[in-house]
């Protein structure tokens, strides 16, 4: 147990899914697994483990942002052993090519974050996809016939820019899809303490055409994803 879980030793898959919000990882666990099962509730920041296809995967909010993000993951896979991890969000678009309910796979994340610019002194390291899990599930997408996007995600500290959508203008035009908060740490993580991650989103507002899902649409939206993070996280 840590000051953040009070899983036991086990109670985590090798395989974890996750999703910032905690009602976003309750939903997936009672939508797509079987036997599902309550493995952490401190901060009711909820995790749990069950089936999918068969086989066990749990998965576990990770709150708002890089910091949340890294308490959560640096423990994973440090104290519970955990191996595959897969994080499934949300992001702004940043190009009119990426559509409202597209999916994102992130091949890699810039990022605005101190956590990434210090975490190796004198350079600047480039956080980036596990290769296996981002060719499986670009795959498993295409197969699906998903509208699915890959390519360099932001990850920033800042939701709301002063400048909007301009402050992001120059990282678009360089070929930046989407922004979100987390994915640049988790891929940190992920590379320096021996483990595999990807970062799959849903988009679901357009900064450059304001276009946007109500609440209640983006959780039916997140079907794909979270079914495509599943089939690659159990085939891990």
């Known amino acids: ?9 086990g109670d985590y898959a090798d395989a974890v899914l ?20 309550l493995v952490n509730s401190v901060r009711n920041c909820l995790g749990y483990t069950g089936e999918f296809n068969g086989k066990r995967v749990s998965v576990q909010a990770t709150g708002m942002g890089q910091p949340s993000l890294g308490i959560y993951v640096h423990e994973l896979i440090k104290v519970y052993g955990v191996k595959t991890l897969i994080r499934v969000g949300t992001c702004g678009g940043l190009t009119t090519r990426v559509k409202v309910r ?29 290769y296996g899990l981002l060719s499986a599930a670009a795959s498993k997408a295409a197969a699906a016939g998903m509208a699915c996007h890959v390519g360099n995600m932001l990850s920033s500290d800042i939701f709301y820019r002063p400048n909007g959508f301009a402050d992001y ?12 908060m987390e994915c640049a740490t988790l891929y940190l993580l992920a590379a320096r303490l021996n483990a595999r991650a990807l970062t799959v989103c849903t988009m679901t507002d357009c900064l450059v055409t304001h276009q946007e899902i109500d609440a209640g649409a983006r959780q039916s939206s997140l ?10 996280a159990v085939d891990a």
Do not use: Y
């Open 18 to 37: 996750l999703p910032g919000d905690p009602l976003r990882a309750k939903w997936i666990a009672e939508t797509f697994l079987d036997k599902p099962k």
């Open 102 to 130: 597209d999916l994102v796979l992130a091949q890699a994340a810039t990022t605005d974050s101190a956590i990434v610019r210090d975490a190796f002194p004198g350079f600047a390291f480039a956080p980036v996809a596990d």
């Open 169 to 180: 203008k120059a990282l678009a035009e360089a070929g930046v899809l989407g922004v979100e």
């Open 1 to 9: 147990m840590t000051p953040h879980n009070n899983a036991a030793k």
């Open 223 to 232: 079907v794909d994803m979270a079914r495509l993070a599943l089939e690659v």
